[in-house]
């Protein structure tokens, strides 16, 4: 397929936006990512914190004492940024898990010592987790606290944000695509004029000069080149 010379421009050029634009849309996505997940990580640190400082224990045994925290509200609904909780012994037996669990629970890795982040699904809920060991004065593990906090409007946010960035990506380089092909259109214009003055050159009108362009550029410089070339022909067809 042959393009014409501003068509190539044009092409080139919204080639190489569409590179920078790319990664520009791939650096704000990830950073926004980023972002959320630290932000709902943070919030469940905080709750991991407060939890395990109502804790104790004897030998292996967790004691859970009843404190006003697990009766706040977000334990127990699951409605608007709701807070879930699960406790499990060394034995894997379930001891405590918040109202809002209903008959769900989470899995957990019986085998975790330092703590991790992860993504579920609950009752068709986003959840992001958090699992912690629970130690005694020893430094023994004696039980897993899961913590876990809805993500919704976390992923809509991103899901939004992803499909507005893969809308307007081609949309923008259609309109940049047009917009360059037009500015080449207009910067190659005197080479248009040109190529029409240098096509009506012959034999009979060879004292015929090309026009000179407004902005002394390269295509002046072409046309003045090619001036002095007709300038030359001219004098040794008359000297002949």
């Given at each position: ?10 092409l080139?050029?919204?080639l ?14 990830l950073?926004v ?9 943070g919030d ?11 804790l ?6 967790i ?17 608007v ?9 060394n ?18 890795n ?32 004696i ?23 893969c809308?307007?990506f081609p949309?923008l380089?259609?309109?940049l ?16 004029q ?47």
């Amino acid at each position: 397929m042959k393009l014409s010379f501003k068509k190539r421009i044009a092409l080139f050029n919204t080639l190489a936006v569409a590179t920078t634009t790319a990664i520009v849309f791939i650096i704000i996505y990830l950073v926004v990512h980023a972002s959320s997940y630290r932000h709902l990580d943070g919030d469940i640190l905080l709750e991991k914190e407060e939890i395990l400082n109502t804790l104790d224990w004897k030998a292996d045994s967790i004691i859970i004492n009843k404190m006003p925290e697990w009766e706040e509200a977000e334990h127990k609904k699951v409605e608007v940024n709701p807070t879930f909780i699960q406790i499990v012994d060394n034995k894997d037996k379930m001891i405590f898990k918040s109202a809002n669990l209903q008959s769900n629970h989470f899995l957990f890795n019986p085998g975790n010592e330092k703590g991790y982040f992860y993504n579920t699904q609950i009752d068709k809920q986003r959840l992001r987790l958090g699992q912690f060991p629970i130690k005694n004065d020893d430094g023994k593990i004696i039980g897993q606290l899961t913590v876990g906090v809805s993500q919704q409007e976390s992923y809509y946010v991103l899901n939004n944000l992803l499909i507005t960035l893969c809308i307007s990506f081609p949309i923008l380089l259609l309109v940049l695509y047009w917009v360059i092909y037009f500015a080449a259109s207009k910067a190659i214009a005197p080479v248009n004029q040109l190529i029409r003055a240098a096509s009506g050159i012959n034999d009979s009108n060879i004292d015929t000069r090309l026009p000179l362009p407004e902005n002394e550029d390269e295509i002046y410089q072409l046309a003045s080149t090619i001036n002095e070339l007709l300038s030359r022909i001219d004098s040794s067809i008359q000297q002949q």
